[in-house]
């Protein structure tokens, strides 16, 4: 294996960590659930954005953003949630690890809302007609359904996004890391790869890319 710079630090276990942190107080772990109650309900029917943390048979683990209207994610039932896949990349990393390991971790954010809702449990992958249909969005049926059986329900608090300035955020970010350019031009060197793979030049890559977004978000 090559070395890294991260070769150049040692891992410490659990006491050291616990030494250094210390233990959270008794009502943090008491406000964990196994359902969902009225509020997380409400949470996740207003939620536009969540992230799907997955892991595959080798340990190595998978986070994938996604993002619908309010009220995508359907709630079957206190214990049971419904996940609509849409058009991607179609690279299935999520789906992959589900098949080899069926943990699942999801983290809900609500637009201008601190604090975040995460659901941990175990999930499958379902493609079953009626839920695809009743998942649809802008009149197409998901691709495919993520079935969530909840075993843990909490909430975080909102320091994470109060430091990170989430939802009133530095507008000069996005051009400090762009430069005033297009995501892919920004990119250019993976982009003049992926173009000559394609047989195309850069500029006809980004006029894909634009066209997809414009016409198969669903």
Known sequence: MDH???DGYQPIDLSRIREIIGYPPKFIEEKKTSSLGEFARRFIAHSTFYVVATVNDAGQVDASPKG????????????????????????IDTFRNLVERPGIGVLFLV?????????????????DPDLLDMLAADGKPAVLATIVRIQEVFYQCGKALIRSRMWNPDPGLADALL??????CAIGAEMGEMATAMGIDVSGLIDITNEHYETTLY
């Open 68 to 91: 619908d209207p309010p009220g995508s994610v359907k709630i079957l039932d206190s214990r049971t949630l419904a996940i609509p896949d849409r058009p991607g990349n179609k690279a």
């Open 179 to 184: 430069g005033g350019a297009n995501f892919y």
């Open 4 to 6: 890294t710079a991260a």
């Open 111 to 127: 637009p201008g809302v601190r604090e975040v809702l995460r659901v941990n449990g175990d999930a499958f992958v379902t493609d």
